[in-house]
């Protein structure tokens, strides 16, 4: 599966975004979805993740009750909904798939986007 990450840009804080995954190649539906972003000289940091069907997903603490992730089977995309943005959400976000559960580990997705940069001014 190929994925194409975008939506991102420059916002305020307190501001929000709404990125978008689209995928090709292949039945999407069968893949869970994560989203991560990474910063210069860091590793690469889970945000979220939806299972294949959309039932259930997962937001660490640093950005529940901001974040909301949701999918689309039938548009092949899926959404990372980003309110309330700090400077320290500041990160080039990717979006990721694997076959079955998602995971929370980058080195668990075998599908990448190319990422798309996020700039939240203070």
């Known amino acids: 599966v190929q994925l194409q990450a975008s939506g991102g840009g420059l916002v305020q804080a307190g501001g929000s975004l709404r990125l978008s995954c689209a995928a090709s190649?292949?039945?999407?539906?069968?893949?869970?979805v994560g989203w991560f972003r990474q910063v210069p000289g860091k590793e690469r940091e889970f945000v979220a993740a939806?299972?294949?069907?959309?039932?259930?997903?997962y937001l660490p603490d640093s950005v529940k009750g901001r974040f909301t992730i949701s999918r689309d089977n039938a548009e092949n995309t899926v959404y990372l909904q980003m309110n309330s943005l700090t400077p320290e959400d500041t990160a080039v976000y990717y979006c990721?798939?694997?076959?079955?559960?998602?995971?929370?580990?980058?080195?668990?997705?075998?599908?990448w986007g190319q990422g798309t940069l996020v700039t939240v001014s203070s």
């Open positions: 990721a798939a694997r076959i079955t559960n998602y995971a929370l580990t980058a080195r668990e997705y075998g599908y």
């Open positions: 939806i299972s294949w069907s959309g039932s259930r997903t």
């Open positions: 190649g292949r039945t999407f539906n069968n893949y869970a």
